[in-house]
């Protein structure tokens, strides 16, 4: 089994939906899934002064038999068929983000650790 901690928003009008079943398909095919709650948060990053949306977010750890490029691609492709497009980044709108931030203890996306959108979920899931 390898471990995982997925990263998840969306700032369309629908997000807090997208947010709970992006959460429900994880917990699907994952052992030992602990979620976050979900919760608002504020653009944050490079391009956050062009983003006037608020997101939902939250943050998700499992376990799972798959090895790491076959789970980023079912994310990538759960991300496809809720409606993600490369056009939509340009505008700033995001139906849903999956962001594998670690997997199996490895630290794949550095700049989450840094996004208070992110520690939120991150610190409720594993708060000591």
Same mark, same amino acid.
């Given at each position: ?5 997925? #990263? ?13 079943? @992006?959460?429900?398909?994880?917990? *699907?095919? =994952? ?9 608002? #948060? ?13 997101? @939902?977010?939250?943050?998700?750890? *499992?376990? =799972? ?10 994310l990538k492709k759960y991300e496809a068929d809720n409606g993600r497009t490369p056009q939509m980044k340009l505008f700033g ?36």
């Amino acid at each position: 089994m390898h471990s995982m901690i997925v #990263s998840i928003g969306s700032n369309t009008p629908d997000k807090w939906q997208r947010v709970a079943e @992006a959460l429900q398909w994880l917990g *699907g095919f =994952t052992i030992s899934g602990k979620r976050s709650s979900i919760y608002y #948060s504020q653009p944050e990053g490079k391009c956050a002064q062009k983003i006037n949306y608020t997101y @939902a977010n939250a943050v998700f750890y *499992g376990l =799972t038999p798959m090895l790491r490029e076959e789970l980023e691609t079912i994310l990538k492709k759960y991300e496809a068929d809720n409606g993600r497009t490369p056009q939509m980044k340009l505008f700033g709108i995001v139906p849903i983000d999956l962001d594998l931030v670690l997997f199996d203890d490895v630290l794949l996306r550095p700049q989450e650790m840094t996004r208070s959108y992110f520690l939120r979920g991150y610190d409720e899931i594993f708060r000591i």
